[in-house]
């Protein structure tokens, strides 16, 4: 069955540093979005991305995030200058078609520390 | 308030029991999802309902929702330790989703 896939699982760095979080979306999918979860919160939308634009993104997603499709399996999301807020589990998803009754498949998601 | 709401925020069953989780949204739904989370894990879809009055069903989960109240609840027949974790309700909010709080499963066996 095919699956979003995510690597790291997890990862470590420190404020200030660069990380890059990489997201396999299921082949067929066009559609494509980042979410993250803080420790015992909701999980929370960041961006969605279609034909290789942002279609949306939320007030989280400040200057500091950036995402790209630079091949035509990856998707990945930036952070420039990590904070310690920004430790969460990040969560890619990917879909086939946009909109109501669109079931969005999940990765396992990347548990990031910022130390 | 939260634009999705759970209820409960936790529960604890003893294995056989039969539970029900609510998710009350405060606007009106296109579509409502129900995902299951393990602590620290990716996302797992269950169900999606499109329509008010549907009813959905897999193995002992059976999720229903209600248009007119824009409410849905997931109800799990004989509960087993492989039902615990996190329940998430999620609506459709223009392509994005938006979810409630979570409820968190434990079954005692």
């Known amino acids: 069955e095919p699956e979003v896939t995510q690597t790291p699982s997890h990862q470590v760095t420190q404020m200030g540093q660069e990380v890059i979080l990489r997201c396999v979306p299921i082949s067929n999918h066009l559609y494509f979005y980042w979410y993250r979860q803080i420790l015992g919160q909701k999980v929370e939308f960041l961006v969605s991305?279609?034909?290789?634009?942002?279609?949306?993104k939320s007030e989280i997603f400040d200057d500091q995030f950036s995402v790209e499709r630079p091949d035509g399996s990856n998707f990945t999301l930036k952070i420039r200058s990590t904070k310690l807020e920004d430790s969460a589990m990040y969560f890619c998803?990917?879909?086939?078609?946009?909109?109501?009754?669109?079931?969005?498949?999940f990765g396992p998601g990347t548990r990031l520390t910022v130390l | 308030s939260q634009e999705l709401e759970q209820s409960p925020q936790s529960l604890i069953v003893q294995e056989g029991k039969n539970l029900t989780i609510n998710c009350t949204s405060s606007k009106t739904l296109y579509g409502l999802y129900w995902y299951k989370q393990k602590y620290g894990e990716g996302l797992i879809f269950l169900m999606m309902l499109q329509k008010g009055g549907e009813e959905k069903s897999h193995e002992k989960i059976t999720a229903k929702l209600d248009e007119k109240k824009q409410q849905s609840s997931l109800h799990i027949t004989a509960s087993q330790p492989s039902h615990a974790g996190i329940y998430l309700c999620g609506a459709d909010r223009n392509g994005k989703l938006i979810f409630g709080q979570g409820t968190t499963l434990q079954v005692k066996p």
């Open positions: 991305f279609y034909n290789n634009e942002i279609s949306e």
């Open positions: 998803a990917s879909s086939e078609r946009v909109g109501p009754y669109n079931e969005q498949f």
